[in-house]
């Protein structure tokens, strides 16, 4: 299927059990399979195994009626082993954003290969983020409404989220950085930071939107990236450079006051 010429991305969703999602524990002895590669070691494996017994309530039950017993007992281990890995349900979505994070690069990276200007390439990371996060979309209304809180620790702009946030950064600098366009040296440093502001506005309407494998969310994703790309190439005009400078200082600043 495809919208304007935008194909829709069919990547299929792993269960990525063995990813390390976080690294807040001690090290612990390597492990490898057969072939060389490395294993998965038992506290990757209890993670990701409350991660996947959290998903499957959510989307059994919802966010706001799955408590943490239940999710240590889908995932066979007692409630105070879950609680040691992650303080709340909240803290174990950010797990999940960390794998979500994960499966997006990993599907995305490969497609980059063949996408040469910013347009092409702002599209392909937008499109791939809804078709990894689709088998979620039925949930994510639950816990995106928590996240919209500024104290909450599910907020793309809490601390807690700093891991997942900067991941996204830096995957929107491998973006921005291997278009073939001309990017004003004005806004090249802040736009890696500015995309993935824009990313979480298309998050927001990917929440709401009820279109059959959110057609409307990749619709958006599509028409508005020349847009964009358009207004960057405005900061090149000489008239605009002062109200370039200024818009650029404001990012900064805010940046600096919003981590402290």
Not at 41 to 62: P, V
Not at 240 to 250: I, M, N, Q, R
Request: net charge negative.
């Amino acid at each position: 299927m495809s919208i304007g010429g935008a194909t829709m991305i069919q990547t299929a969703v792993g269960s990525a059990t063995d990813v390390a999602i976080r690294d807040s524990l001690p090290p612990t002895p390597i492990e490898t399979t057969q072939n060389g590669a490395m294993a998965p070691t038992k506290s990757e494996r209890t993670k990701a195994s409350l991660i996947d017994a959290a998903l499957t309530l959510f989307k059994d039950r919802g966010f706001d009626a799955t408590t943490m017993r239940a999710i240590a007992t889908e995932a066979g281990v007692s409630v105070g082993n879950a609680y040691y890995y992650f303080d709340s349900k909240e803290h174990l979505i950010q797990g999940f954003y960390d794998r979500a994070q994960h499966d997006h690069r990993e599907a995305l990276l490969p497609l980059l290969e063949t996408k040469k200007t910013l347009e092409q390439r702002m599209v392909a990371s937008l499109d791939t983020w809804i078709t990894v996060m689709e088998p979620y979309r039925a949930f994510a209304m639950s816990f995106f409404r928590n996240a919209a809180d500024p104290t909450s620790p599910l907020s793309p702009f809490s601390a807690e989220s700093g891991t997942s946030r900067t991941a996204s950064t830096e995957l929107w600098k491998i973006v921005v950085d291997g278009s073939e366009d001309h990017i004003p040296d004005s806004v090249k440093p802040i736009l890696p930071e500015l995309l993935w502001l824009f990313s979480m506005g298309n998050v927001l309407f990917w929440v709401n939107d009820r279109s059959d494998r959110a057609v409307a969310s990749r619709l958006l994703a599509l028409r508005l990236a020349p847009v964009l790309v358009r207004t960057i190439q405005l900061a090149d005009i000489p008239a605009l450079e002062a109200t370039v400078k200024d818009l650029v200082s404001l990012i900064t600043d805010l940046k600096r006051l919003t981590t402290g």
